[in-house]
T-cell receptor
């Protein structure tokens, strides 16, 4: 079946360095992907999205890369700050027009 | 503009009981989606309501149900609670749908079943 997963459950990054969070998806027909950030005690918050007709999309300090050949999605966070500490989820729009969520990656910022 | 609100924030129930959770979307948003979040499972989609109609449904048993009112407020109900229903239940609202527009999440209701 369709599934979205993450390569690493926990990622530790030095403050100021760049972070890269990866996500694999299995449905080659998926055409829309979203990254969400969830801080402790809060609901997920939209970060950035990308459609399958794009390979790259940039936001403020964040970049999402889509590699359809290997069905891989990544979120890059530039100059990681303490406020970036959170769990990051990728989500994929499936054929039933629902969002299928990955299990999440916890990003830890080291001072 | 007020964000998505969910009540109650915390709830403790015993097995076999039923529970009703409430969600008030952002003003003007007509779509409300519900998710169950458990450690290790991520977010599992329950259902989506738009203009008082269930538009989409995830793979949950019939014990999980929901509804939406004319003011777009939504409730979800879980009957005959099981221990495995312990989770954070999140509600998200959007203008027209979970994939058409950006979703805004509430803080969730933490349900503990004992």
């Amino acid at each position: 079946g369709e599934s979205v997963g993450l390569h690493l459950p926990t990622l530790s990054v030095q403050e100021g360095d760049n972070s890269i969070i990866n996500c694999a998806y299995s449905n080659s027909a998926s055409d829309y992907f979203i990254w969400y950030k969830q801080e402790s005690g809060k609901g997920p918050q939209f970060i950035i999205d990308i459609r399958s007709n794009m390979d790259k999309r940039q936001g403020q300090r964040v970049t999402v890369l889509l590699n359809k050949t290997v069905k891989h999605l990544s979120l890059q966070i530039a100059a990681t700050q303490p406020g970036d500490s959170a769990v990051y989820f990728c989500a994929e729009k499936d054929s039933n027009y629902q969002l299928i969520w990955g299990a999440g990656t916890k990003l830890i910022i080291k001072p | 503009k007020a964000g998505v609100t969910q009540t109650p924030r915390y709830l403790i129930k015993t097995r076999g009981q039923q529970v009703t959770l409430s969600c008030s979307p952002i003003s003007g948003h007509r779509s409300v989606s519900w998710y169950q979040q458990t450690p290790g499972q991520g977010l599992q989609f329950l259902f989506e309501y738009f203009s008082e109609t269930q538009r989409n449904k995830g793979n949950f048993p019939g014990r999980f149900s929901g509804r939406q009112f004319s003011n777009s407020r939504s409730e979800m109900n879980v009957s005959t609670l099981e221990l495995g229903d312990s989770a954070l239940y999140l509600c998200a609202s959007s203008l027209a749908g979970q994939v058409q527009n950006e979703q805004y999440f509430g803080p969730g209701t933490r349900l503990t079943v004992t």
